[in-house]
């Protein structure tokens, strides 16, 4: 199946600064990505939709300026988490799919942020 | 939006068994997969079935679209089978995937 590379795989950072986390597809055009968030012993939540070349589609909830998404290329798409805080703390995962919309869906290997 | 419910939440089988998880859906769909979450995060795709039925070795697959339910049947159970089978299901609005709630499977050696 198609790759999707995630980094970090784990990132600790203090209160208040800022994390970015990319997500790639090694081997296929994605002009569409999706994050998603999974805390402890629940399922995945979709936070939002990167459409490259244009603004992301955030979930309800979610906060835009929080947590910003650029999607520069066809296969990169990048999440910064601004100004971090401990309730924060997550499992972050990307996924992408190739160009068209009926295609299966494939994940990164997700990225575990923990804010001190 | 589209609603996915899984059954059951939790099931711990001995190693050999055989076992079915369910997938039930609220709404029409144009994609529907089966994963399995390890314990380090990682989502490996079981299966791509909108429709019909799929195996791979001994993991199997069936959806019915028309009465909006998946199977995913896991057969001679091993402890390497251990961990979270999620369904999730793409509506008809922009391809994004909505997740149940996962089945939580333990296998006893």
Redesign the interface.
């Known amino acids: 199946g198609a790759v999707v590379s995630q980094h970090p795989s784990r990132v600790i950072c203090k209160s208040g600064t800022s994390v970015k986390i990319e997500c790639r597809s090694l081997d296929f055009q994605a002009t569409t990505m999706f994050w998603y968030r999974q805390f402890p012993k629940q399922s995945l939540m979709l936070m939002a939709t990167s459409n490259e070349g244009s603004k992301a589609t955030y979930e309800q909830g979610v906060e835009k300026d929080k947590f910003l998404i650029n999607h520069a290329s066809l296969t990169l798409s990048t999440l910064t988490v601004t100004s971090a805080h401990p309730e924060d703390s997550s499992f972050y995962i990307c996924s992408a799919r190739a160009l068209g919309q009926n295609t299966e869906a494939f994940f990164g290997q997700g990225t575990r942020l923990t804010v001190v | 939006g589209i609603q996915v419910e899984q059954s059951p939440p939790d099931l711990i089988l001995q190693e050999g068994a055989n076992s079915t998880l369910r997938c039930n859906f609220s709404d029409s769909v144009?994609?529907l997969?089966w994963?399995h979450q390890n314990p380090?995060?990682?989502?490996i795709?079981l299966f791509?079935i909108?429709s019909g039925t799929k195996q791979n070795g001994r993991l199997s697959a069936t959806t019915v679209a028309t009465e909006r339910y998946s199977l995913l049947y896991i057969s001679s159970s091993q402890t390497t089978d251990s961990g979270v089978y999620?369904c999730?299901v793409?509506d008809n609005q922009?391809?994004?995937?909505?997740?149940?709630?996962?089945t939580e499977l333990s296998v006893k050696p």
């Open positions: 144009n994609n997969q994963f380090w995060g990682q989502l795709n791509y909108p999620f999730a793409s922009g391809g994004k995937l909505i997740f149940g709630q996962g």
